[in-house]
């Protein structure tokens, strides 16, 4: 048989645990809990706003389309840059291990700003405008993203394994950091690599 004093610490614990449940939702608007890893994220889509289609074989004066899509997943809100670069096969990609960017230029800039949780996407239409050969050799001179006309002045030779002339379109995203006032990047980045030969 149980003691009283033991009914009174059991009766205490059941009336304990009773409160923290029917308290625990207000307790989650006041407790934050360890969650997983924060992180950004950077992603391409096609024309059709799916992970397929995507531009490969692109000619002179034809219009292509695709969507960069940024989600924040820091577990707050994030002023995000999102630079568009072009190059040719030789230039340096971004070193995400190391958070270096490429050495490329910045061609255009998308700039948003993300709460936690929100994730936004937007077109990416680009042509080539002034493409020329010199026998084994493919020269873009200028590109235009989304309306806006570019100097690039960008050479390739071809490439006999792959039979093409590949150009690579790179999209980096950036984070705004309050210590430093500016852009960081945040070593997320995605490419498109381009074979132009058709069409010119």
Request: charged letters at 15%; aromatic letters at 14%.
């Given at each position: 048989m149980m003691k009283l004093?033991?009914?009174k610490v059991v009766s205490m614990a059941v009336g304990l645990v009773g409160v923290l449940i029917l308290a625990s939702p207000a307790l989650s608007l006041v407790l934050r809990l360890p969650g997983g890893e924060r992180f950004s994220e950077l992603y391409v889509l096609g024309p059709g706003h799916m992970?397929?289609?995507?531009?490969?074989?692109?000619?002179?004066g034809e219009n292509y389309l695709v969507y960069l899509g940024v989600g924040n997943h820091l577990g707050g809100a994030a002023y995000y840059g999102v630079y568009v670069k072009f190059g040719n096969a030789s230039d340096a990609l971004p070193n995400d291990t190391a958070g270096v960017s490429s050495?490329?230029?910045?061609?255009?800039?998308?700039r948003v700003?993300?709460?936690?949780g929100q994730t936004w996407e937007a077109p990416l239409s680009f042509s080539f405008s002034d493409v020329a050969f010199d026998g084994n050799v493919s020269l873009v001179r200028r590109i235009m993203i989304n309306?806006?006309?570019?100097d690039v002045e960008k050479t390739v030779g071809w490439d006999n394994s792959?039979?093409?002339f590949y150009f690579k379109m790179l999209a980096e995203l950036w984070v705004y950091d309050v210590k430093t006032d500016g852009f960081g990047f945040n070593s997320r980045f995605v490419s498109l690599w381009l074979n132009v030969t058709s069409g010119v």
């Amino acid at each position: 048989m149980m003691k009283l004093e033991e009914y009174k610490v059991v009766s205490m614990a059941v009336g304990l645990v009773g409160v923290l449940i029917l308290a625990s939702p207000a307790l989650s608007l006041v407790l934050r809990l360890p969650g997983g890893e924060r992180f950004s994220e950077l992603y391409v889509l096609g024309p059709g706003h799916m992970a397929e289609d995507y531009p490969f074989n692109v000619s002179k004066g034809e219009n292509y389309l695709v969507y960069l899509g940024v989600g924040n997943h820091l577990g707050g809100a994030a002023y995000y840059g999102v630079y568009v670069k072009f190059g040719n096969a030789s230039d340096a990609l971004p070193n995400d291990t190391a958070g270096v960017s490429s050495p490329l230029p910045l061609l255009y800039e998308y700039r948003v700003f993300l709460t936690d949780g929100q994730t936004w996407e937007a077109p990416l239409s680009f042509s080539f405008s002034d493409v020329a050969f010199d026998g084994n050799v493919s020269l873009v001179r200028r590109i235009m993203i989304n309306g806006a006309m570019f100097d690039v002045e960008k050479t390739v030779g071809w490439d006999n394994s792959s039979n093409g002339f590949y150009f690579k379109m790179l999209a980096e995203l950036w984070v705004y950091d309050v210590k430093t006032d500016g852009f960081g990047f945040n070593s997320r980045f995605v490419s498109l690599w381009l074979n132009v030969t058709s069409g010119v």
